[in-house]
């Protein structure tokens, strides 16, 4: 009875070792053992107060290689194992030397239960600069967002930042790269003032902005922005004299403005200051100075410069004004001549002809002081198109006056002559 036991443990004992061996061959070909690689970009530094005691900040080298981990453990494992479930990290207490540059500062990772040995990084250190930290003060630039733009009918009246400056500590290398920091507030479809928390933008002297990976080196602060809003005034009127006198001979006929209306845009208690002064904008006189003039004068001003504090000109338009004196020899008058009322001679045939403006300045004088001034319809206007080809042309004009009157200056019409369309030929 003993001999048979024996017989079947010798048995058994083979058929345990051969299950095993058909354990271990089902585990390696459904779950092998193997090796990936992950890229990782996120290392932790640690320590960095061993360097800050001293004044220092470090900064990642620009030509680091990049970190490659590789991981060997089963297939299954590995799977189930992204980039965020390795854990990087720089002990800056571990560094080989502060006194080297780059300094090289070993990396060191975990992966969750696997084991260290399991673990490999390439490069092993990582490559740090080391600087002096320094703090400087900027103000903050207040900017409007691309396309944004309030309600019809306000305008943005003034930009405010709280705190108006910040102080920035960073590299010193990268601090004396900012040129100036901007912080953007969005103001579309508002109706009312604007304030909005908002972290600030900063400009290197090259007027790029700053990369996230420089920024994260920077302690930089939010700020709060305040977009106040104002009314718009579309019927803002400019009124504008001139000081001197003209040559002898020669007086001033009228003085006129280039718009002579703009659109503004105020606070309410500008606004209505503004409109007790009957919506008008006054050019001081002693800017258009005619002393001595014997012929028209016009000059070019900023509008803006004479705008109440309070007011200002609504976005898109110029601040460019042109004021015109008419300066006529004494005696003499202006007439404006209906471009229509023009008679045209000689008309090319299957030709026709237009006119650049709706009227043109006829500028005559009397020759006897008892006559009276000369109205428009008293003068007779016309112009030859004989020999003429389709173009544009600025031609004299013929004017016959009455006697008694002269004429002044010359005038001339800007016009286009063209052919005739036919239907037939559009379609």
Not at 356 to 376: G, P
Request: negative net charge.
């Amino acid at each position: 009875m003993k001999e048979k036991l024996t017989n079947n443990l010798s048995l058994k004992i083979l058929s345990l070792i051969v299950a095993i061996l058909v354990w271990l061959l089902v585990i390696n070909v459904d779950n092998p053992i193997v090796t990936r690689s992950f890229v990782v970009t996120d290392v932790q530094l640690l320590n960095e107060a061993y360097i800050d005691a001293d004044g220092k900040m470090c900064m990642r080298d620009k030509e680091q290689e990049p970190i490659r981990v590789t991981v060997k453990a089963q297939r299954k494992v590995l799977d189930d194992l992204s980039v965020m479930d390795i854990r990087a990290a720089a002990d800056l207490q571990q560094a080989v030397s502060l006194d080297t540059n780059p300094v090289m500062v070993p990396i060191s990772v975990t992966i969750g239960r696997i084991p260290s040995e399991n673990i490999q990084v390439s490069p092993q250190n990582l490559s740090l600069h080391i600087e002096d930290k320094e703090t400087q003060e900027f103000v903050v630039n207040v900017t409007v967002g691309n396309n944004s733009k309030p309600e019809k009918g306000y305008e943005i009246g003034t930009l405010e930042s709280s705190p108006e400056k910040i102080r920035i500590t960073g590299p010193t290398s990268l601090i004396n790269k900012i040129d100036k920091v901007t912080a953007s507030v969005d103001v579309n479809g508002a109706t009312s003032d604007v304030t909005r928390e908002t972290a600030v933008t900063v400009i290197d002297k090259n007027g790029e902005e700053f990369s996230a990976q420089d920024m994260s080196y920077l302690n930089v602060s939010k700020v709060y922005v305040t977009a106040r809003l104002w009314k718009v005034r579309t019927d803002v009127k400019i009124s504008a004299e001139c000081s001197g006198t003209p040559a002898d001979g020669y007086q001033v006929e009228s003085v006129t403005t280039t718009p002579n209306v703009i659109s503004v845009s105020g606070s309410d208690q500008t606004l209505m200051a503004l409109a007790e002064q009957g919506n008008t904008i006054s050019i001081p006189a002693d800017i258009i100075d005619i002393s001595g003039k014997t012929k028209d004068y016009e000059e070019k001003i900023n509008i803006s410069d004479y705008l109440p504090e309070g007011l200002k000109l609504i976005s898109d338009s110029s601040s460019d004004v042109f004021v015109h004196v008419n300066i006529l020899p004494e005696g003499s008058t202006v007439c404006d001549i209906p471009t229509k009322n023009i008679k045209v001679e000689n008309m090319p045939e299957e030709m026709q002809v237009t006119f650049d403006a709706a009227q043109i300045e006829v500028r005559v004088k009397k020759t006897k002081e008892e006559l009276e001034n000369l109205q428009d319809k008293e003068i007779k206007a016309s112009i030859d198109l004989k020999d003429i080809e389709e173009g544009v042309y600025e031609i004299p004009v013929d004017i016959s006056i009455p006697e008694g009157y002269e004429l002044v200056d010359e005038v001339r019409a800007d016009i286009e002559v063209s052919k005739i369309s036919k239907a037939e030929e559009n379609s």
